[in-house]
């Protein structure tokens, strides 16, 4: 018999625990936002009051992204915990164009964050497919490629959603639109809200969630899009403009993902069966360490092709489940773990290992 963290495993297990003590875990690709504490503004001038102005600005930026509410940049009462911007900054640097980027004390943003009763959202957030039909009214219907051969309309749409996820921390895909694609999607499915060949098309990018609009384009300003969301088992609805789209994408996952300020610390015990391979093990246990409600995970009982992870959260049970949910990684599972020590509690929560293709 071999121990591991105080647990007794079978004889049959035992190839894969040595395995699973000795080798590191296999990352998961983590969608890391890029700069999620910086942020790029003009700037009028290199004097102290045009610098101070531009410092402001920038957080003001900042704490929309982290927080997950774009329109957190306008929160009088949330700025008001952040009076000094300037005392913030950790690196700042000018362009030749007007333009200045400064990069904010995460810590500090954080905690003003926390003393405001404002959400903190982290880094690694869920990728989310966006599929843009749009129809400028002269004779131009398409869907948005992510080839980057676009038409003027299709420029001015892509730079416009591109900003826009940029600025509210949310990373976004456009589908390739190659020949495979353009055979099993058409203009028609995406207008007209066919959602099952959007997601059957969409499986090849392993997306967590899909972001649909249908952008009738008018004069700059006045496009008119429904947006779509589908995120796990929800199915999420709003009406704007193009920069809506991510905008809209924020708050809606903020609200089920960011930790709420003040959240506690808790610990929970999670069971995944269906994992066969030192492969399957590392894909689940990154996955795990990567999501950013997650303190630390680690390894408690082996019972088979069922492994039980032992968890330190900093949020809820249910925002655990909705970011499991929209990975898609693991499934909700009913059958008990066979096997547990004498003792041991059993696990609070059950999944299982979805077919990888």
Not at 274 to 294: A, E, K, Q, T
């Amino acid at each position: 018999m071999i121990r591991l963290n105080g647990a007794r495993y079978r004889s049959g297990t035992a190839v894969l625990l040595l395995a699973l003590v000795f080798l590191a875990a296999v990352p998961v690709p983590a969608a890391v936002v890029p700069d999620l504490y910086a942020a790029t503004v003009p700037v009028a001038d290199a004097s102290p009051e045009a610098t101070a102005a531009a410092f402001a600005q920038a957080l003001r930026q900042v704490l929309g992204k982290v927080s997950g509410r774009p329109g957190a940049a306008g929160d009088a009462a949330l700025l008001a915990h952040f009076r000094d911007p300037a005392a913030l900054v950790q690196q700042y640097r000018r362009d030749g164009a007007g333009s200045l980027w400064a990069s904010f004390d995460p810590s500090a943003v954080r905690a003003g964050l926390d003393a405001a009763g404002q959400p903190v959202w982290g880094e690694d957030r869920p990728i989310t497919l966006v599929w843009l039909a749009y129809d400028n009214g002269a004779g131009e219907r398409d869907v948005l490629a992510g080839d980057g051969n676009d038409s003027p309309a299709a420029a001015q749409l892509r730079r416009g959603l591109e900003e826009a996820a940029a600025a509210s921390g949310v990373p976004v895909l456009l589908p390739l639109r190659d020949s495979e694609e353009l055979a099993a999607v058409a203009f028609a499915d995406v207008w007209g809200d066919f959602t099952e060949p959007l997601q059957r098309a969409s499986q090849r990018y392993r997306a967590d969630a899909l972001l649909i609009g249908r952008a009738r384009l008018f004069p700059p300003g006045m496009d008119d899009v429904r947006w779509t969301l589908l995120a796990g088992d929800e199915r999420l609805e709003w009406r704007g403009g193009i920069a809506d789209g991510p905008r809209g994408l924020a708050e809606r996952l903020s609200q089920r993902l960011a930790l709420p300020a003040g959240a506690q610390a808790s610990e929970l015990r999670l069971a995944v069966s269906g994992i066969g391979s030192l492969d399957d093990y590392g894909v689940v246990l990154g996955f795990l360490r990567n999501l950013s409600m997650v303190e630390s995970a680690g390894v408690g009982f082996i019972a088979g092709d069922t492994l039980v992870f032992d968890l330190e959260l900093r949020g809820t049970r249910s925002q655990l489940e909705t970011a499991l949910g929209l990975r898609a990684l693991i499934e909700p599972a009913t059958e008990p773990v066979v096997a547990l020590p004498a003792g041991m509690v059993p696990p609070e929560l059950r999944y299982r290992l979805v077919a990888r293709r």
